[in-house]
């Protein structure tokens, strides 16, 4: 019987687009004060109509931006990379967008591991004596997926919290001579990965997250979204999951990116130059 694969099985869900901007105050100082008016309700009445793109839960949401990483930040979901795209046409397509550069970008899709019950399947299959690969393995492994996604479909396609903070950060597993994730067996990746999971349990009534991989979309793996009401939440729960052996030994982080929610109702007066 060949080997199992390696690969833990994954549902995916919305296509998810973070974006960085600075702000140019310098050039918005030399527009006139009716025009940034104009200028600041026409841009909040376009972000509103992607703040409720389907009508009925928030996909898209706009943060005013902690640090000298930049000033804006927004965050989309979509039902497709498709949609996506659009959603950048469309933001560069308004008169607020000559003043916004562009200093980071992410594109993802909301990822669910599915550990567990990658085991249990492929264990099962296994047993039944079905080759890994087969057309019987492939249709076993593809009824699993879709019950999955049927099950889990509130996460795999959420809406954005009300939250009034947002920490984002990219990340990798390491693949180095000595310690490499990949190389690791199924069964203990589970068990790290399970362990993992408790810590983040714990916050449940405190720190939302959406998981979102992007193997293939960007330059990292996997982007991670923390929502809460507190941001030093963040800390915490970041800092006590730095002492769990899979971010211990296996991960690798990329830029932090901390922002405060920006009702759109209140980004005319954000745009203010006067108190």
Partial sequence: MAEVPPVPLTIEGSSVLHQMFRFDWKAWRRVAAAD??????????TLKQMERGDGSSTQSALYSQFGHKGDLMLIHLRKSAEELNQIELTLAK???????????????VVELGLYESSAKTYATLSANGLEPHTAEWNAAVEDVLKRQSEAMAPRLWPSIPEAKYLCFYPMDRRRGEQVNWYTVSMEERQQMMHEHGLIGRRYAGTVRQI???SIGWDDWEWGVDLFADDPLVFKKLIYEMRFDQVSALYAL????????RLPLEQLVDWLRLSA
Wanted: net charge negative.
């Fill in 211 to 213: 998981i979102t991989g």
């Fill in 36 to 45: 940034r008016e104009q200028i600041a309700n026409s841009a909040v009445q």
């Fill in 94 to 108: 308004t008169e607020l967008f000559d003043f916004l550069e562009a200093k980071y970008s992410y594109v993802s």
């Fill in 253 to 260: 982080f990329g830029q932090f990116y901390m922002g405060k």
